[in-house]
């Protein structure tokens, strides 16, 4: 058995000890294109990650989530099928939308808790008048 010695080396060196040693008689397809262009980095487990390399992926409707959720303790399951929407997802929609129509972010927030909630609703009256 391996034991703990699975975890020494990289793939290619303990395939080819493994080729030497008689331990497996044909080499794997991929063996002989690795052996010829290893990679660049060395693939150990104990490498550490590149963490400068790691971006934090932040869309604009993150932060009406995060909002929505700190401010209201949800216990509503949340369905995988078909079109049903959250209350979540309501809420940042509704925000999304106000912030396009020139509302300020909390402004936005205030006004879609109203109408979600409350059901008042604080749209933009129109400016043209169709007399």
Known sequence: MVGSRH?????????RNLLRSGG??????????VEAFPPLKETKLTR???EELM???LYPEDEFRRLFYKRFNTSQPLSLWGEHHSY??????GCM????MGYDKEKAVESIVRELFTGQSTAIPDTVSED
């Not at 975890?7 to 395939?15: E, H």
């Not at 497996?24 to 294109?33: A, D, G, N, Q, Y």
């Not at 979540?88 to 929609?93: A, L």
């Open 97 to 100: 939308e106000k912030v396009n």
């Open 7 to 15: 975890l020494r080396g990289t793939v290619l060196s303990r395939v």
């Open 48 to 50: 550490k990650s590149d």
């Open 55 to 57: 971006h934090k992926i």
């Open 24 to 33: 497996i008689k044909k080499p794997p397809l991929w063996f002989p294109v």
């Open 88 to 93: 979540c997802d309501r809420f940042v929609e």
